[in-house]
């Protein structure tokens, strides 16, 4: 079943310009073909001017097409008006956003709750209760691992317990996709991949992820990759070798123990000296330094 199908998607910008000049056209979106299955997993990537931001606007029902049909979980949503586009929003999109956009002065919990407040009731449903509400969080932040640190503030948390929080808020009222933009983009290396190892195991679960990224590395990640250039789809690939986070943050996490390890008894090793290959750079850093 198709959870996200895109037609012939277009989006122009019209610009006045000043008297007796012409109106100048800029094409963001040139007919864009796209079709993503339940339980699919695909990043979207290209340089920057190549619509990708545009793409995510309409993708995540933020903005319209300028031609082109967008349907989504069945929803037709290119004629849609903002009640509409309000609910979509609410009940089939779970937003994960690069600066996780928690609100700072209530806790993990709170946030979490927070789009259930704003829940589109369809006409004769039955308000949820507070009880109602506080359960489907509690088990949104089990489901990141996070329910030990549920009553704590943002402030309280590291920058990868942040953004597990905001994939729980995502999740918490069950949409049919998550899509994610340049969610790991304020995050280490490590952060990074233990919230990849996380999509990948909610994407194991049967989630639906659109991730926009510009890394190569996180995209190997995923199932597909879409990559569009002057606002065009100009290559749509499975990813044959995919890379497992968990098992690479295992390995990180070793390889900086031992870092640590040899600090601490007065050798360290410089090994992250690379040239653009990608291979350790040819110098005397390169070798072993005693303190």
């Given at each position: 079943?198709?959870?996200?199908?895109?037609?012939g998607i277009k989006r122009e910008y019209r610009m006045e310009g000043r008297k007796g000049e012409e109106t100048v056209v800029v094409r963001a979106l040139r007919g864009i073909d796209l079709t993503a299955e339940a339980g699919e997993f695909v990043s979207v990537m290209?340089?920057?001017?190549?619509?990708?931001?545009?793409?995510?606007?309409?993708?995540?029902c933020l903005d319209k097409p300028s031609d082109g049909t967008y349907t989504l979980d069945g929803i037709e949503t290119s004629k849609s008006d903002a009640n509409t586009f309000a609910y979509i929003r609410n009940q089939k999109i779970g937003f994960v956003f690069q600066s996780f956009n928690l609100l700072a002065r209530t806790t993990a919990l709170e946030n979490v709750e927070l789009p259930l407040f704003y829940y589109r009731r369809k006409k004769n449903?039955?308000?949820?209760?507070?009880q109602a509400r506080k359960e489907l969080a509690i088990s949104a932040l089990k489901n990141v691992g996070l329910e030990s640190r549920m009553n704590h503030y943002p402030s309280q948390l590291s920058g990868g317990q942040q953004q597990r929080v905001a994939i729980a808020r995502a999740?918490?009222?069950?949409?049919?996709?998550?899509?994610?933009?340049?969610?790991?983009?304020?995050?280490?290396?490590?952060?990074?991949?233990?919230?990849?190892?996380?999509?990948?195991?909610?994407?194991?679960?049967?989630?639906?992820?659109v991730m926009v990224t510009h890394e190569p590395e996180l995209a190997s990640y995923t199932k597909r990759i879409v990559t569009l250039r002057d606002g065009a789809?100009?290559?749509?690939?499975?990813?044959n070798n995919r890379r497992n986070a968990l098992q690479d943050l295992e390995q990180w996490n070793s390889e900086h123990e031992q870092i640590s390890e040899n600090f601490y008894t007065?050798?360290?090793?410089?090994?992250h000296l690379h040239d653009e290959s990608g291979n350790p750079a040819e110098s005397a850093a390169h070798t072993e330094a005693v303190i």
């Amino acid at each position: 079943m198709s959870v996200i199908e895109l037609r012939g998607i277009k989006r122009e910008y019209r610009m006045e310009g000043r008297k007796g000049e012409e109106t100048v056209v800029v094409r963001a979106l040139r007919g864009i073909d796209l079709t993503a299955e339940a339980g699919e997993f695909v990043s979207v990537m290209g340089p920057s001017g190549s619509g990708k931001s545009t793409l995510m606007n309409i993708l995540g029902c933020l903005d319209k097409p300028s031609d082109g049909t967008y349907t989504l979980d069945g929803i037709e949503t290119s004629k849609s008006d903002a009640n509409t586009f309000a609910y979509i929003r609410n009940q089939k999109i779970g937003f994960v956003f690069q600066s996780f956009n928690l609100l700072a002065r209530t806790t993990a919990l709170e946030n979490v709750e927070l789009p259930l407040f704003y829940y589109r009731r369809k006409k004769n449903d039955k308000r949820m209760s507070a009880q109602a509400r506080k359960e489907l969080a509690i088990s949104a932040l089990k489901n990141v691992g996070l329910e030990s640190r549920m009553n704590h503030y943002p402030s309280q948390l590291s920058g990868g317990q942040q953004q597990r929080v905001a994939i729980a808020r995502a999740m918490v009222n069950d949409p049919a996709f998550i899509l994610a933009d340049e969610p790991t983009g304020n995050l280490d290396t490590g952060m990074s991949l233990e919230i990849m190892g996380l999509f990948q195991e909610l994407n194991e679960q049967g989630k639906t992820i659109v991730m926009v990224t510009h890394e190569p590395e996180l995209a190997s990640y995923t199932k597909r990759i879409v990559t569009l250039r002057d606002g065009a789809l100009v290559s749509d690939t499975l990813v044959n070798n995919r890379r497992n986070a968990l098992q690479d943050l295992e390995q990180w996490n070793s390889e900086h123990e031992q870092i640590s390890e040899n600090f601490y008894t007065g050798k360290v090793p410089i090994r992250h000296l690379h040239d653009e290959s990608g291979n350790p750079a040819e110098s005397a850093a390169h070798t072993e330094a005693v303190i």
